[in-house]
């Protein structure tokens, strides 16, 4: 398994959660690494990827001043911090790699993907 998305669940609206995404080392090193979500009846939507090495960071506008991506290189994890969630939020999320970092979302569908996690936003 190159990467492994966990950290999902049931959270009340305005609520927060971390999603983590355990990649394998030799992706890890040289992969952009990000997340996509799809709910049922919609087409899956990009949220966010990061580059490798300290590479930039991009974002879904809609998501961009609720949504964090970050890199712990020593764990070789890549982090989705989700704050003020919306019952529209609710989907599966899945994290993804790909040796470009930009592009994700229109140009780019990334060759590697994790199992996704289910979030769930209800009251």
């Known amino acids: 398994v190159q990467l492994q998305a966990s950290g999902g669940g049931l959270v009340q609206p305005g609520g927060s959660l971390r999603l983590s995404c355990l990649v394998s080392?030799?992706?890890?090193?040289?992969?952009?690494v990000g997340w996509f979500r799809q709910s049922p009846g919609k087409d899956r939507e990009f949220v966010a990827v990061?580059?490798?090495?300290?590479?930039?960071?991009y974002y879904a506008d809609s998501m961009k001043d609720r949504f964090t991506i970050s890199r712990d290189d020593a764990k070789s994890t890549v982090y989705l911090q989700m704050t003020t969630l919306k019952p529209e939020d609710s989907a599966v999320y899945y994290c993804?790699?790909?040796?470009?970092?930009?592009?994700?979302?229109?140009?780019?569908?990334?060759?590697?993907w994790g199992k996704g996690t289910q979030v769930t936003v209800s009251s």
């Open positions: 990061a580059g490798w090495g300290g590479g930039r960071k």
């Open positions: 993804a790699a790909d040796f470009q970092t930009t592009g994700w979302g229109t140009s780019v569908i990334p060759d590697y």
């Open positions: 080392e030799r992706l890890f090193s040289h992969a952009a």
